[in-house]
């Protein structure tokens, strides 16, 4: 409670309701006209120690642990939009932490106790629902695969189960078990994951980090970098120049575009990834599905709406929208696993534009210029990863120094040859 | 999206495969500092937003690769070329 009152109220202009049901039943009391604003909309000052670009996630995840855990609170959000206008409003909501390298797997468990704990730490309802994450398989080859999975994540201390076809069918009785053309044979089952909802993530990552102090400058691009001997300090923007000590770059879809200001070419490429949600319908899904035999993957909103989505469109796009051909794979991904869904309406489709690093997995490092960090390459995975991505790049930022987890996601493994490649395809990105 | 091949004619998105940026050269593995040409070739890419050269292939059609200049903002094809053996169109 006190984290929440009196300093906040001199430092930032307005007091910060704590949400709790006694303020609920007060509020309610008096007809619900006294909440304030969860955050202030800030107007930039001259200079930070740090500013971070891109108010999606994992910037603002970023500048709640730096200014919660490290105590640098003087710290500006850059948002050339509004906060959340990129991925991290646009996802299917799919969080876990079923990884397979060792690289990759305790950053994913670490964000999975994160989530675990986020709605106390941010006092804010992120709907987090660990209603469990099912990968179905359809052929021997791929049980042994999964199984594999299975036992990495469970050598890592993270649950997983295998499950046959029979406990598939009791939890799904739904599914095409009757001379499906890729016949299920199991699944494997990750109980603690599920979803959470992205909107209020954002949101409540915003309130926690204004609360601190942070200033989150909303409509505020940035357009160049401000370098004096070879070293970045500051940027400039549509809202003037802003100089910093240290600049975080975290903004997804668009980073080749904002290392370009800074003559950086990066290991990337922008792709388009789609997604679908119905007319609402009454419970259906308990949890996340996802097919083994294509690329198509589900689950039911608790508004009642099916979220789902399959691949990539495939090219490099900077559109946020996709193609007929995706949408058709998508729908028939749906129909070969639950042909019931035949009969549910689409109601909304869209497309985001993700940041595909050459090997499937994130970078969270400093750059060869001095003064500037970088936290990219999320591909279509990149919100299960919002809290440890902002913890991560909040020590690096704070430390110098990569995050214990986080040690893999190095810019110079592809050169060095240590690549973190879960699907073991290569450097095409359209295929990770 | 169409693509309009030489051959073919204009023809849907899904008869194509994308392969990516249509400026990849192999670089000479005999010059001093080929590591850092073939980490260049392999792993960087420019990534613009606006006209992007690239490389498709009409898999459902002449099974010709074709050079294709698109925008990735608006998805608007520019221009359609074979590629030439040097790599230029
Ligand atoms: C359709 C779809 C489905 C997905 N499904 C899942 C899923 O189920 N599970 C999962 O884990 N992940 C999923 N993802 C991936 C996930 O959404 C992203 O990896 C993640 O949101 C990226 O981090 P972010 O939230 O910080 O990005 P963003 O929200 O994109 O934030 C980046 C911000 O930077 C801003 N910006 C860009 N350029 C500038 C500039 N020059 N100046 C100032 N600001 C700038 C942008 O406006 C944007 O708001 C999905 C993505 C999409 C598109
Ligand atoms: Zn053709």
């Not at chain 1, 006294?34 to 994992?58: F, M, N, Q, T």
């Not at chain 2, 693509?3 to 899904?14: A, K, M, N, T, V």
Request: charged content about 20%.
């Amino acid at each position: 409670m006190a984290r929440y009152a009196g300093d906040s109220t001199a430092r930032l202009g307005f007091a910060l309701m704590r949400y709790s049901i006694f303020n609920l039943v007060r509020q309610a009391l008096s007809g619900h006209r006294a909440w304030g604003p969860a955050w202030r909309d800030a107007a930039p000052k001259s200079a930070y120690d740090v500013v971070i670009i891109g108010g999606g996630g994992h910037g603002l995840a970023t500048a709640h642990y730096l200014a919660k855990i490290h105590g640098i609170s003087n710290v500006a959000v850059l948002e050339k939009g509004w906060i959340g206008s990129g991925n991290a409003g646009r996802n299917t909501t799919i969080i876990r932490s079923n990884y397979l390298l060792a690289g990759n797997n305790p950053f994913y468990e670490w964000s999975m106790k994160l989530w675990e704990g986020l709605e106390q730490d941010l006092n804010y309802n992120a709907m987090v629902s660990q209603r469990g994450v099912l990968n179905l398989y359809h052929s021997d080859a791929q049980r042994d695969t999964y199984a594999r999975r299975g036992n990495a994540m469970r050598m890592h201390g993270v649950d997983a189960e295998l499950l046959d076809a029979e406990a598939v069918r009791r939890m799904l009785p739904f599914l095409d078990f009757n001379g499906a053309r890729f016949p299920i044979h199991g699944g494997l089952l990750q109980r603690r994951g599920g979803t959470a909802r992205h909107d209020a993530v954002v949101w409540g990552y915003a309130r926690a980090a204004s609360d601190r102090g942070v200033d989150i400058i909303q409509n505020c691009e940035v357009t160049g970098f401000i370098r004096e001997a070879g070293t970045i300090v500051g940027v400039e923007t549509t809202r003037g120049s802003i100089r910093a000590g240290k600049i975080g770059m975290a903004v997804a879809g668009s980073t080749s575009r904002v290392a370009e200001l800074a003559g950086l070419k990066l290991p990337i490429e922008s792709h388009v990834l789609q997604a679908f949600v119905s007319e609402a319908i009454k419970p259906f899904i308990p949890g996340v599905v996802t097919f083994g035999a294509g690329h198509f993957y589900i689950s039911q909103s608790d508004k009642g709406g099916l979220v789902f989505g399959g691949d990539l469109d495939g090219y490099n796009s900077y559109a946020q929208r996709g193609n007929l051909p995706t949408v058709e794979d998508v729908c028939e991904g749906a129909m070969a696993l639950m042909p019931a869904i035949g009969r549910v309406r689409v109601l909304r489709s869209w497309g985001g534009v993700m940041d595909m690093s050459m090997d499937g997995s994130p970078i969270i490092d400093r750059t060869v210029i001095a003064g500037l960090y970088l936290n990219a390459g999320w591909c279509y995975g990149g919100f299960k990863a919002t809290p440890a991505s902002g913890w991560c790049f909040a020590h690096l930022l704070a430390r110098d120094e990569p995050h214990a987890v986080a040690r893999a996601y190095r810019l110079d493994r592809f050169a060095t040859g240590h690549l973190l490649d879960e699907r073991g395809v290569g450097a095409q990105p359209n295929l990770h | 999206m169409r693509i309009q091949c030489p051959f073919c004619g204009e023809r849907d998105l899904s008869e194509f495969a994308y392969l990516g940026d249509a400026d990849f050269r192999r670089p000479d593995p005999d010059a001093a500092d080929a590591e850092a040409r073939f980490f260049n070739a392999v792993y960087v890419r420019d990534n613009p937003a606006g006209p992007h050269d690239e490389l498709w292939y009409h898999a459902s059609g002449c099974r010709s690769w074709l050079r294709v200049t698109r925008n990735t903002r608006t998805h608007e094809i520019l221009a359609v070329n074979f590629p030439t053996p040097s790599g230029g169109s």
